[in-house]
Nanobody
Framework: QVQLVESGGGLVQAGGSLRLSCAAS????????MGWFRQAPGKEREFVAA????????YYADSMKGRFTISRDNARKTVYLQMSSLNPEDTAVYYC??????????????????WGQGTQVTVSS
C-alpha cells in the first residue's frame, strides 16, 4: 500500500505561484504514473497533470499547459506541481494519486488507486 501526503497549498494572489509536493511512502513497486487532480466546491474532480514514474513523460490538461509543470524526484518518491499565473478559477483542493495501469489516457480519476488527503489552494483576486 502507498500513502501519499500533499503539501504546499495556501493562499496566493492572482498572478502568483505555488509549488505543491506529494510525498509517497510505502512500496511504489508497479506504479506507472503519478497524477495531480483538483476539485472545486460543487464540481467534479478534474485532471491537472500526470507524470510517468519511469521515463518522466508528462501529460497535462489543456487548460494547464504553459502554466503548470509536473516533475518528480524518484529518489525522494516525491512529485511536484509548479503552478504559475494562478487565477481564482484555480481555487480547489489539489490531490495526488498513483496509477498502476499503462495506457495513454491519464485523465480518468478511476484509473488511480491511492489518493492523498489533498491540499487547499486558494487564489484571491
Amino acid at each position: 500500500q502507498v500513502q501519499l501526503v500533499e503539501s504546499g497549498g495556501g493562499l496566493v494572489q492572482a498572478g502568483g505561484s505555488l509549488r505543491l509536493s506529494c510525498a509517497a511512502s510505502g512500496s511504489i513497486f508497479g506504479v506507472n504514473a503519478m497524477g495531480w487532480f483538483r476539485q472545486a466546491p460543487g464540481k467534479e474532480r478534474e485532471f491537472v497533470a500526470a507524470i510517468r514514474w519511469s521515463g518522466g513523460s508528462t501529460y497535462y490538461a489543456d487548460s494547464m499547459k504553459g502554466r503548470f509543470t509536473i516533475s518528480r524526484d524518484n529518489a525522494r518518491k516525491t512529485v511536484y506541481l509548479q503552478m504559475s499565473s494562478l487565477n481564482p478559477e484555480d481555487t480547489a483542493v489539489y490531490y495526488c494519486a498513483t496509477r498502476y495501469l499503462s495506457g495513454s489516457d491519464y485523465a480518468r480519476p478511476y484509473d488511480y488507486r491511492y489518493w492523498g488527503q489533498g491540499t487547499q489552494v486558494t487564489v484571491s483576486s
